[in-house]
């Protein structure tokens, strides 16, 4: 089964796909990730896709459609993917559908996780990731245990995404708004969606995720 995880950015839609995947055996697919592996390999992709990320708008529905394309037919994704990110416009949500009927695969649940506009600045603009591992860190809500060292592979290097500044993300938040809201009463119209309180700590989130999950028989 395929489960899409909604919400704006910094609801913590990454960090709780990441902690999903292991207990459900499911593939965190995120679109964002893609890109910016897209922009730092210097594809042709990535080249159309740099600036208008940087910009904190949206990349065309034809380019993120073709990556999820491509993407659903490698073997590991067989057990069910999380959709990270994706889709974020309603013409993308339309592509999915008829993509996962395409390959015979099947949309069981797109959870909303909620959280108001005035948490996400702060959120965003503090997060920050090890460079090795991708284990992700907040300067305020979530710092590494020792100063500079990350918990999870001791890594010393950490990277900031280069839209998660002030500016960029009020962008990011408008566009969500404006074209990526839509999406919870499609969702909603296709008796599918749910929707979390991602104001929670991260283990409640994770936990109202997992009961209902557990309730949709993942697997
Ligand atoms: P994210 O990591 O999900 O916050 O995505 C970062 C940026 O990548 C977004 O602000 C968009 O510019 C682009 N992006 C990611 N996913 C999509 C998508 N499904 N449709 C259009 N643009 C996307």
Do not use: W
Not at 93 to 119: C, S
Not at 189 to 218: M, N, P
């Amino acid at each position: 089964m395929d489960l899409v995880l909604l919400g704006p950015p910094g609801g913590g839609k990454g960090t709780q796909a990441k902690r999903l995947m292991d207990k459900f055996g499911l593939v965190q697919l995120s679109t964002g990730d893609m890109l910016r592996a897209a922009v730092a390999s210097g594809s042709e992709i990535g080249k159309r896709a740099k600036a208008v990320m940087d910009a904190g708008q949206l990349v065309s529905d034809d380019i993120v459609i073709g990556i999820i394309d491509e993407r659903l037919d490698a073997p590991d994704t067989k057990g069910g993917v999380i959709f990270d990110g994706f889709p974020r416009t309603v013409a993308q949500a339309e592509a999915l559908d008829a993509m996962l009927a395409r390959k015979g695969r099947r949309l069981g649940h797109a959870i909303e996780i909620r959280v108001p506009d005035q948490l996400l600045i702060d959120r965003i603009t503090g997060r920050f990731t090890c460079a090795k591992c991708g284990a992700g860190y907040h300067d305020q809500f979530q710092k590494p245990k020792a100063a500079g060292v990350c918990d999870k592979c001791g890594g010393t290097e950490f990277v900031r995404r280069a839209d998660d500044n002030a500016e960029t993300v009020t962008k990011r938040l408008g566009a969500y708004h404006a074209q990526t809201a839509p999406l919870l009463p499609y969702y909603e119209g296709k008796g599918v969606l749910s929707v979390v309180d991602g104001t929670q700590d991260i283990a409640e989130v994770t936990r109202a995720l997992e009961a209902i999950l557990d309730g949709a028989k993942v697997g």
